[in-house]
């Protein structure tokens, strides 16, 4: 192992935090490599027979065989910002009044366009009623056309025999 103590999650690369959480504390493997309690417990229920990342050496069947880790570092300025940075990007906060206006805005937006969508609906509605009776009215006068064209016929035929009979 080497000599230098990783300061993250070698599974998840995520930093290990002095306030984390307890699924995020950190735990030795007995190879003594360290990650965070969940993502090697994850690593652990995932497979059947699981390997450290790192070295690949067997890791233990059951989550027993890890040791907590307590980290007793001294915080620099960098630290405390750091660990200030990641706070603030996780602590849900009141939204800010721009983005109150934002969002009102997009929703004022979003009704306008789902009113423009209802009434774009029912146009293209009475555009397909109108197309469906048009549709049928050429139908009919086509079934007319072929009747008159029918009898026309009928009646030149008639018209030439009438006509044969004279001659």
């Not at 934002?102 to 293209?124: G, M, P, S, W």
Request: one cysteine or more; hydrophobic letters at 35%.
């Amino acid at each position: 192992m080497s000599e230098e103590l990783h300061l993250s999650c070698q599974i998840c690369l995520s930093l290990f935090l002095l306030d984390g959480s307890p699924e995020a504390e950190p735990v030795a493997a007995p190879c003594g490599h360290v990650f965070h309690r969940d993502c090697v417990e994850g690593l652990i229920e995932s497979r059947y027979q699981p390997l450290c990342t790192i070295c690949r050496a067997p890791l233990p069947d059951m989550t027993i065989g890890l040791l907590k880790v307590y980290l007793n570092l001294e915080e620099s300025e960098f630290d405390r910002e750091l660990q200030k940075a990641v706070h603030e990007a996780t602590a849900p906060e009141a939204p800010d009044l721009d983005v109150t206006l934002a969002i009102e805005e997009c929703e004022e937006k979003l009704h306008a366009l789902q009113e423009e969508q209802q009434y774009n609906q029912q146009v293209l509605s009475a555009l397909e009623s109108q197309w469906i009776a048009i549709d049928k009215l050429h139908d009919d006068a086509k079934k007319r056309a072929n009747e008159l064209e029918g009898k026309l016929h009928v009646l030149t035929e008639r018209l030439a025999e009438l006509e044969g009979r004279h001659d």
